[in-house]
């Protein structure tokens, strides 16, 4: 259970890029569902490229499967875009050559949502990010694309919300093969487990981003942020500018110095300009992160 902002809602583990025989994957789409069912999943979306599963056809196994594909529409510089569009119809195609703000809106209009896929890969900056509207996240984190260390997406995802893109973020495999498995997942927030429910969730940023931590209570009434998560280590509230309210526990002397779990955080919140965000980055003594979704602090009165 997770107590979201007064909700208290049951967590559902999703994972929501990942690859199968029909594009690049190593594994057939049975098989990858069998593989995120026994390690523990909830929720999976398969995404393959140019590419959607008939997944109404397939042995789900308990699991909740979204229709997806992931979309590669032209970009800025001759870069192509990565774009995941979660449910998706099974029958959807897009024409060769459209636009990628088409795409996005296209899906929009189906019942799906897209996801900016790891954009430090790609090679895209922020401002390139924000031409295209319409996303209901990033890939903060992205299991894939770790072997050419352009796994993280934070100082990309802050730069957005410093410009008041106030986007949430996803953890994902882009799993293709053994050595993608498990490493990042997206806990949704939701009363049950349904596609439905799922993707308003989805929509709504009730969910949160990790490689392991969990957080069991994110609250922000009166000015005050508080937390409640499994043991970490290394803890930051990150906000705009560099003399925001950076706080870090449990050492003064900077994340993770204490190096003694910590499962607590509280901070109060003065934002003295409109367009201040908030979001709680947390990591464990493995070195694995969560990430908190980004909330808007609220000018305080002088
Ligand atoms: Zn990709
Ligand atoms: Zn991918």
Known sequence: MLDLFGRVLPTYKGGFHTHTTLSDGIFAPSEVVRLYR?????????????????????????????????????????????????????SFEYPEGMAA??????????????????????????????????????????????????????????????AGVMLPAFAVDDMHRPRDLFRGWTVVAAPDASPASVMTALRQGDFYATQGPEFHFLHFADGVFSAEFSPCTEVIGLTNFSGGYCVAVPDADGPGSGAKDCGAFTATLKAKRPGTWFRLQIRDSQG??????????????A
């Open 288 to 301: 694995r992160y969560a990430w908190s979704n980004p909330i808007a602090v609220p000018v305080t009165e």
């Open 101 to 162: 703000q088409d795409m996005i809106d296209l899906v929009n209009k189906l019942g799906g949502a897209c996801v900016c896929a790891h954009p430090h890969w790609c090679g895209l900056t922020s401002a390139e990010v924000m031409t295209l509207k319409g996303f209901i996240g990033l890939e903060v984190f992205n299991t894939a694309t770790r072997y050419i260390g352009k796994e993280y997406n934070m100082q990309l995802w802050d730069e957005m919300l410093d």
């Open 38 to 90: 026994e390690a523990g999943y909830d929720i999976l979306a398969l995404t393959d490229h140019r590419k959607t599963n008939t997944v109404s056809e397939l042995d789900n196994l308990g699991l909740t499967l979204i229709s997806g594909m992931e979309m590669h529409p032209a970009g800025p510089r001759g870069i192509p875009w990565h774009i995941v569009a979660l449910n998706v119809p099974e």
